[in-house]
């Protein structure tokens, strides 16, 4: 399985941005699809997962303003992420795992590279 993140960019305090997480290879057996993010400095923290027959789970940071979605016709993950802060910037990476990963980084055993969001105040 391969993932392949894109959609990040520059954006101003309260403003949005949409994540993309293509995948590609052996996808008919994922469950899990994941965001998780990096800030400067900071360890790799988890954001937000779905699961194939429905069902998501967010981190209490970014409960309300983001939302997680997949389009299994076009092999997609998205990450719509809504009234930004600066806390928000950070790389953001796509994982993908076959079983009912969650939050912890070392279930899923697929990973895209990371995508860039810079907040600016």
């Known amino acids: 399985v391969q993932l392949q993140a894109s959609g990040g960019g520059l954006v101003h305090s309260g403003g949005s941005l949409r994540l993309f997480c293509a995948a590609s290879?052996?996808?008919?057996?994922?469950?899990?699809m994941g965001w998780f993010r990096q800030a400067p400095g900071k360890e790799r923290e988890f954001v937000a997962t779905?699961?194939?027959?429905?069902?998501?789970y967010y981190a209490d940071s970014v409960k309300g303003r983001f939302t997680i979605s997949r389009d299994n016709t076009k092999n997609t993950l998205y990450l719509q992420m809504n009234s930004l802060k600066p806390g928000d910037t950070a790389a953001y990476y796509c994982?993908?795992?076959?079983?009912?990963?969650?939050?912890?980084?070392?279930?899923?055993?697929?990973w895209g590279q990371g995508t860039l969001v810079t907040v600016s105040s």
């Open positions: 994982a993908a795992d076959k079983s009912w990963a969650g939050v912890q980084m070392s279930a899923y055993d697929y």
């Open positions: 779905s699961w194939s027959k429905g069902g998501t």
């Open positions: 290879g052996s996808i008919f057996s994922i469950n899990a």
